[in-house]
């Protein structure tokens, strides 16, 4: 349960009381924020302790939601343009309230229907949650204490000559090689991702698989994807590297590997005409 009530994040907080416009939710200090009836089910009981996320609506009062923002305070997002004006822009954040993006926090001036990639901050004059697309200076140097292959989450921003662009664990920049990357993948895609190594100036080369052998990872998708095609697929080692890739989202070095794992575990058999499973 929180001490205090936050805006921009998940709150835990304890149903108090119910009210014709819905119910009132309180943290440990007693302050309390209203979550709408449009939120509010036959399931929530007096005493109950809800998620909820809070933010201000259209008329800046505090109130609590169930639904949940493509991006809370700190974090970043890609949100669609749905209106402008002089001073500044709105986006759809997947809540009932757009997201306002001042004109002062826009690299260029927004379109409707444009993604633009944002951070949402907190506006400290008006306590308002706000997007703003100038986002480097919320980048820092990633930590020494990451290692490689340690588990990240990624936001795919950007797309250069050597790879894709992403920010990690919604703090750090990170670059995937587009020679390593054997899966669809383009701008405003999130994906789970590994660290491989963190350069000198603090940024981070990311892969979207373990570094090293042939993970567990590899031979499950091999297997996964023989039990859906009925134990049966025309690859072995001689297919061709970019059917491999799209089939398999694997590097055929990779898929040469797992496929000689599972064959030494006598899960599969390979063939001339493909590979089969033993199972």
Known sequence: MNETIEIGTINTLQIDRETDPGLFLKASNDDDVLLPNQYVTDAMQVGDLLDVFVYTDSEDRIVATTQRPMAMLGEFGFCEVVDTAPFGAFVNWGLPKDLFVPRTKQKTPFKVGEKRLLHVDLDEQTQRLIGVEKIQNYLGKAPTTLKPNDAVSVLVFAVTPLGYKVIVNHAYEGLIYKNEV????????????YIKQR???GKLDISLQRIGNTSDDDTSTILRL???HQGKMPYNYKSDANEI?????LSKKRFKRALTTLQDAGTIEIKDTGIYSKE
């Open 245 to 249: 890739s799209q089939v398999f989202h």
């Open 199 to 201: 350069r000198s100036d």
């Open 226 to 228: 023989l039990h859906e």
């Open 182 to 193: 054997f899966e669809p993948i383009q701008t405003g895609d999130s994906k789970q991702a």
